[in-house]
């Protein structure tokens, strides 16, 4: 009961700050964008269209997550906003979930509402290229973006764990651009060095293997989640695979969440 | 209704960490209805104490308790109603939303906070900006929107955090009326100042703070009797406090 209140006055601070605005002005840009070079590229329009279009959705997430949800807590820490919530009865936890869950709503209405958009760009490519569209699935493409919306939400949960223990919203933002830079690529790296790259010579140390290792399991995967490839390409993805990385994106969100609120248990605010 | 024993608290500062003791074995009883003031120069000790009642910082040793319940346990603040000093609120938000989130946190009704959010916005005359984001108000219409939330659910327990501070002469006659109108309701009131007058004026029992120190608690009028006033009596506590004598 107490959690509601608190994520619908989270979700209501983030959909109406200015940098919402901004962040959309940029994504319409891109959109426009997307008709204009997909079309120059004639017998591509289609996967064009679709890649550019998703990588849209995918960058001006990241903007919500760094720019405006990252503030939405760092804030409440730094102007002492947080007195008027931890004035009622509620928990240093509940604080964590039910900021958390506003969060989560405003990804998810934010994404929508681009996607939306996204998808109108597609339709309009679709209505005036319709010969280059020949391989295409909205089903694939919608998936597409529902893994990144997951993958923006967990993101989301990192800032708020690394924001349980930090001092300043600057710290927070940087380890969880850190975190989304070596999430994008651990899986790639370790592939790298658990081949045979002397083949192509690079020699890997075994302290640098261990140390990839350890960060393919420390770090959560993200390139998981980045499937806009297939989708545009309309290729097969197994619906095992779906199954398993949305289990993988709950349980590292509920992970990174539960840590975040034990943590925050012992902050105080003086 | 509000009892403190044995409170203490060290802050660590600086690059050094430097040790500062800021509660020194604090020891108060609050009974219900009784209007307490606490008063103490700046730094004194009085947010800490209020901070540690409302469980935003904890206290090294010692108990606290609000209406028999560990400060500790969130329940605790359910009959409490807390206006922090210089008190900040979410931007975007209007005071209506923000009344609505104190309510619904407090287990209210959606009707009876509308009700509630109805009456305190006219109290606290707020009514032309009511629906306005809270980042065009001014540091005085904050404070007052900080008192409504404050007493949105109808507290046992109003703890106010230097409350005069930022507001005009109407403002401080209008929050003067009202902690007479919590005392009439039988409220348990407990607010922190250094403006000597405050304490005066709306207290029946007072307590003097320096350096961490309790270093004084009686009624208004044993502190007054014998024609002596709360500046002297606090003047001679802040020298004893210098001296070291007790």
New interface residues.
Partial sequence: ??L???A??TF??GI??KALYGITLIALMLFGATALIATMIPREVGKVSIDMALSTISFTGLLLVFFVGINLMAKDLD???I?????????RS?YIFGKFLGMALLIIVTMSALSLMAMSAIVLLKATHAEYFGRFSWSLITLAILFNILMLILLSAISFFFASFTTSSFITLVLTIITYIIGQSISSVKALVESSPQEIGITVSPVTLKMVKAAYYLFPNLSLFDIKLQAAHALTVPSSFVMWTIVYGLVYIALAITLAALIFRKK??? | MISIQGISKEFREGITLKRVRALQSLDLKIPRGEVFGFLGPNGAGKSTTIKILMNLIYSDSGTAEIGGKDVRDPDARKVVGYLPENPFFYDYLTADELLWFGGRTSGMHSRIVKERSDFLIHKVNLENSRKRPLRTYSKGMLQRAGLALALIHDPDVVILDEPMSGLDPIGRKMLGDLLIELKGQGKTVFFSSHILNDIERFSDRAGIIIDGKLRLVDTLSNLLSDGKNLEAVFMREVAASVKGTS
């Fill in positions: 009961m107490t509601w209140p608190l619908l006055i209501k601070e109406r700050n102007k002492r906003t007195y008027t919530v931890l004035s009622r009865p509620i928990s509940q105080e605010f003086p």
